[in-house]
Nanobody, 117 residues
Framework: VQLVESGGGSVQAGGSLRLSCTHS????????MGWFRQAPGKAREGIAG???????YYADSVKGRFTVSRDNDKNTLFLQMDSLKPEDTGMYLC?????????????WGQGTQVTVS
């Protein structure tokens, strides 16, 4: 499974970004796709996970501000990020074939940078 993220960039605090992750056809109905982020000097953090049936789970740090979704027909995972804060800055990575926010996913993209000032 190949994953390619896009949509990152620089934004002011309070702004919004929408990240996309196109994949080569991850179809598991049991396991999740997820979004993780990594800030310089910090551990990788799971922030959102979603199963094929649409069940979602969020880290407390983004709950109420971020929304994960997926278009199974277009093989795309999304992360809508609203009310962005400087502490949301980091490299955002898409992952497939894992379990919610746990880091043991089998497939990873290269990441897209998000900077909030």
């Amino acid at each position: 499974v190949q994953l390619v993220e896009s949509g990152g960039g620089s934004v002011q605090a309070g702004g919004s970004l929408r990240l996309s992750c196109t994949h080569s056809g991850y179809t598991s109905s049991r396991h999740c796709m997820g979004w993780f982020r990594q800030a310089p000097g910090k551990a990788r953090e799971g922030i959102a996970g979603i199963r094929r049936d649409g069940d979602e789970y969020y880290a407390d740090s983004v709950k109420g501000r971020f929304t994960v979704s997926r278009d199974n027909d277009k093989n795309t995972l999304f992360l809508q990020m609203d009310s962005l804060k400087p502490e949301d800055t980091g490299m955002y990575l898409c992952a497939a074939d894992g379990w919610w926010l746990l880091p043991e996913y089998n497939y990873w993209g290269q990441g897209t940078q998000v900077t909030v000032s």
